[in-house]
């Protein structure tokens, strides 16, 4: 058996890396990454082996460090690779050595800053090429990642010299949303005994709502618009977006990673979503600054119905309502 991850788990919050990255290595030491060994395990499935190489069981530690092309990745990443130690058998070692053990041993800072990167571009090559179909090669990868990782570095110190050089207008008491991205206000509505759920988004290039079976708690709703909303995001071809909730607690799972094993499912749909993002934030926000996205919740879950509405112009069922309220 090995160590326990937790205290690995708490260094990944501390890497400097996109938010999105975070999450993913956060589910890969919680092994709660969909592999083909971890959906069998969930009886989603049989076959546990790597559809990619024929390994009998693709790992985590197999998709991440074993499997040949993942091997060839790490070796031309300039992170010091020695065998038997780094890439290994065990993902709790691979880890702790990236996390800990190469710094210890005189690995430089700015390279072991990419590894965050390498790993995120190793998943999403093992996704193109079973999804789509598409061949990424090591260098490739190795090529993205690194330039990702200077692109994300570099926006971060503009970043940074902006806010050191510009007005600071927010206190600890009043801190607006500045985000330069566009917003996305959701909400949901969610009674119990009831047969129904609704659930409603303001993006500010248009609003929607949907009505969908009863929800096993309200955080199940919550979650449930988020990841609509999120879709539509997507499929408006907005990939870097600010999305607002009124649901403290929904906050608090994505933000501080709350243990909620209830949402597991959710969880793994947020985490594939998420990945499709460029950039992707989730804030608090008053319930008096989401009303529209209320109303709209409430309305859908008033027609009793499954349905979604996505739309620029106000439902009719909607309108004397919700045109009363401006998007703050």
């Known amino acids: 058996m090995e160590p326990s991850f937790n205290p690995l788990k708490v260094l990944i919050w501390k890497l400097k890396t996109p938010r999105k ?7 890969v030491l919680s092994d709660s990454v969909a592999t083909c060994s971890r959906l069998a395990d969930r009886h989603c499935g049989t076959d546990r082996s790597c559809p990619r190489c024929g390994h009998e069981e693709e790992s985590l530690n197999h998709l991440l460090f074993l499997f040949p092309p993942a091997l060839q990745t790490w070796a031309l990443s300039d992170i010091p690779t020695f065998p038997g130690l780094f890439p290994s058998e065990s993902l709790y070692e691979n880890f702790d050595y990236l996390l800990l053990r190469a710094t210890r041993n005189g690995s430089p800072r700015n390279i072991l800053a990419r590894f965050p990167w390498i790993a995120w571009f190793i998943w999403k090559a093992r996704n193109e090429k079973i999804f789509n179909g598409k061949q990424i090669l090591p260098p490739d990868t190795v090529l993205h990642a690194t330039q990702e990782e200077e692109n994300w570095r570099v926006a971060q110190i503009i970043a940074s010299q902006e806010v050191t050089g510009g007005n600071q207008h927010a206190t600890d008491g009043n801190m607006e949303n500045e985000s330069p991205y566009p917003r996305c206000q959701v909400d949901a509505s969610w009674v119990k005994n009831s047969t129904a759920s609704g659930g409603g ?13 009863q929800t096993l708690c309200p955080m199940h709703a919550e979650f449930t618009i988020l990841l609509y ?18 649901c403290l607690q929904l906050v608090k799972l994505i933000n501080d990673e709350e243990d909620w094993p209830a949402m597991a499912s959710e969880w793994n749909e947020f985490i594939h979503l998420l990945s499709l993002f460029t950039v992707f934030s989730i804030s608090f926000i008053a319930r008096e600054r989401n009303v529209r996205a209320d109303l709209l919740a409430k309305g859908a879950r008033s027609k009793n119905s499954i349905f979604s509405h996505v739309d620029s112009v106000i439902p009719g069922w909607l309108a004397h309502k919700a045109n009363l309220f401006i998007l703050n």
């Open 201 to 213: 988004f303001v993006l500010e290039l248009a609003p929607g709502s949907i009505g969908m079976d």
């Open 229 to 246: 909303a999120m879709k539509n995001s997507l499929q408006l071809g907005v990939t870097s977006m600010s999305f607002e909730s009124d």
């Open 21 to 27: 990255i975070q999450h993913f290595l956060w589910q």
